[in-house]
């Protein structure tokens, strides 16, 4: 083989491996810029489920105090249905001994009263109860 043809060869493989060489380089460019936004979508998705997150997260806070604030409401509630209980019963109470209180002195001036005979003591008895 001639010197010309063996430095035409070796040119030839020269421009192959540098054809190569840049070929291989365009290719991987493009897979790296494929990853790059491949990346960037997936970063946008994660983003957008942070934020959703966060507006649950929120939502779930909200719930929350209001839950707390009705039962904190309704403590109160229970706590006025107690006291108010508490009171009626002591009224009744107070009513109860007055009650018994004026029988006594109901009783005590029939005792006195000289116009009050024994049948009549009777018939206010079935009056009063006793």
Known sequence: ????????????????IA??????????QKR?????????EIRTDAESYRLRAERQSARADEQQARAKQAEAE???????????SASARERAAVAERTHAVAR?????????????NDDDD????????N
């Open 1 to 16: 083989m001639s010197t010309g043809a063996i430095i035409a060869i070796v040119i030839v493989a020269i421009v192959l």
């Open 19 to 28: 054809l190569f060489v840049l070929l291989t380089r365009t290719a991987r």
């Open 32 to 40: 790296l810029e494929s990853r790059r936004e491949k990346a960037g």
């Open 74 to 84: 309704a403590e109160q509630r229970a706590a006025e249905a107690r006291r108010e």
């Open 104 to 116: 006594d002195r109901h009783a005590e001036a029939r005792d006195i009263d000289p116009d009050v």
């Open 122 to 129: 009777d018939n206010a008895r079935g009056r009063d109860g």
